[in-house]
Nanobody
């Protein structure tokens, strides 16, 4: 089982990034997919989730209207489109796949928003 994130980097405030999470070793379409983030000195928090069935998405209040989660089951990939980025979005972003009782994590990708 493997989740590999990519797409992080340094961006100026107001900029955009798209994170990707490529999955392997399990039946991706059957898993709910989420993005979490963890800033230095803070707990890991849920950013966005998309369900396995019907692709229903939900978001943390802090990113609503700016971030969009999506998935491509044919490509075993989940995405997080991040627009209007703010310095407080700086964190390591982690991909997560859940289907009880399985719970898989990626290694994380750093996003830094700074001028």
């Amino acid at each position: 089982v493997q989740l590999v994130e990519s797409g992080g980097g340094l961006v100026q405030p107001g900029g955009s990034l798209r994170l990707s999470c490529v999955a392997s070793g399990f039946t991706f379409a059957r898993y709910d997919m989420s993005w979490y983030r963890q800033a230095p000195g803070k707990e890991r928090e849920l950013v966005a989730r998309i369900s396995s069935a019907f692709g229903i998405s939900s978001y943390a209040d802090s990113v609503k209207g700016r971030f969009t989660i999506s998935r491509d089951n044919a490509e075993n990939t989940a995405y997080l489109q991040m627009n209007s980025l703010k310095p407080e979005d700086t964190a390591v972003y982690y991909c997560n796949a859940v289907r009880f009782p399985s719970n898989h994590w990626g290694q994380g990708t750093q996003v830094t928003v700074s001028s």
